[in-house]
Nanobody, 116 residues
């Protein structure tokens, strides 16, 4: 069974930064394509960032240039550095394998709120 624990969210002013972490068991991050996702109130979950097993990164257009995904293989942890945050980045953020529809087990997510 896959267990994922996201952390690092919080309340931040527009233009601020946060670093999210996701530690997992039952899924070896370095051997899988890993993604960060988010879900805002009343909206569908959307993909935000991807790091494949080779280390190649890709980002949704809405966050490209502001967010950076990284991975610590020894800790089986994936990170999302978020800079220049905007109110529209407010959402619950999740990590999981990519693509999302292949995975049934999700963590509780971490809330990110961008507001002045």
């Amino acid at each position: 069974q896959v267990q994922l624990v996201e952390s690092g969210g919080g309340l931040v002013q527009p233009g601020g930064s946060l670093r999210l972490s996701c530690i997992g068991s039952g899924l070896i991050f370095s051997l899988n394509d890993m993604g960060w996702y988010r879900q805002a109130p009343g909206k569908e979950r959307e993909w935000v960032a991807l790091m494949n097993s080779l280390g190649t990164r890709n980002y949704a257009n809405s966050v490209r240039g502001r967010f950076t995904i990284s991975r610590d293989n020894a800790k089986n942890t994936v990170y999302l550095q978020m800079n220049s945050l905007k109110p529209e980045d407010t959402a619950v953020y999740y990590c999981n394998g990519f693509p999302a529809h292949l995975y049934n087990d999700w963590g509780q997510g971490t809330q990110v709120t961008v507001s002045s």
